[in-house]
């Protein structure tokens, strides 16, 4: 079985502050891949990035950050400098090849305050 | 390029009246994913196709709903009849190929509401 937990359900910061958002995931299987998406005010659910089990580099792109570790089986995912406009509903989720779907993890909504 | 196309973005209808999802996936893209939104439940995948075939449709809720996907640039998901506790906020996405890693594009979703 897979699962993602994630743990945090609301965050609040105000604008500029860095935030961390955190996923933990189960599996048996040895390769697997692990996702972000996030889901703006309008609803729809915009692909953030995509990681291999095999690939343990953080990955930087512009003031989104990754951080993925086998040890802890967990994918956090960092915005640096937060503005209004990463207000949304951030969801991890787990394809792994035994379950042959994407699991996704609860959501974590963040609200960015001017 | 052309994003995942739903329609209808809204719609709010009776109970017990049909109600038909529509989907347009990337053009390219093999599989496609009808998946459901609720608050209760998050969300979870319905049914997916690869190459127009279903391939697992264990997440159908039961007998009343039904997809379809005819040619390879076009799906319906279809209720019928429809209940309140259908009322939810349903995605068609698609990806370049079948199998595990391939990201999933998704579209803005329709949303139902079944009173």
């Known amino acids: 079985a897979q699962k993602v937990t994630q743990a945090q359900t609301e965050i609040s910061v105000v604008e500029k502050e860095d935030v961390t958002l955190d996923c933990v995931y189960e599996?048996?299987?040895?390769?697997?891949?692990l996702f972000w998406y996030k889901q703006p005010p309008s609803g729809e659910l915009v692909f953030l990035i995509r990681?291999?089990?095999?690939?343990?580099q953080n990955e930087i792109s512009g003031r989104y950050s990754w951080n993925f570790q086998k040890s802890t089986s967990s994918f956090n995912f960092t915005i640096t400098a937060s503005q209004v406009v990463d207000s949304a509903v951030y969801f991890c989720?787990?394809?792994?090849?035994?379950?042959?779907?994407?699991?996704f993890g609860s959501g974590t909504q963040l609200t960015v305050l001017p | 390029d052309a994003g995942v196309i739903q329609s209808p973005r809204h719609e709010v209808t009776e109970m017990g009246q049909e109600v038909t999802l529509r989907c347009k996936p990337i053009?390219?893209?093999?599989?496609l994913f009808w998946y459901r939104q609720t608050m209760m439940r998050g969300l979870e995948l319905l049914i997916y196709?690869?190459?127009?075939?279903?391939?697992?449709d264990s997440g159908m809720p039961e007998d009343r709903f039904s997809a379809k996907m005819p040619n390879a640039s076009f799906s319906t998901l279809k209720i019928q009849p429809s209940e309140p506790r259908d009322s939810a906020v349903y995605f068609c996405?698609?990806?370049?190929?079948?199998?595990?890693?391939?990201?999933?594009?998704f579209g803005e979703g329709s949303w139902l509401t079944v009173v």
């Open positions: 996405a698609s990806s370049p190929r079948g199998g595990s890693g391939n990201t999933i594009y």
């Open positions: 599996t048996r299987d040895t390769t697997y891949y």
């Open positions: 990681r291999n089990s095999f690939d343990e």
């Open positions: 989720a787990l394809d792994s090849g035994s379950a042959r779907q994407l699991t």
């Open positions: 053009s390219g893209h093999n599989s």
């Open positions: 196709f690869n190459n127009n075939v279903p391939i697992d």
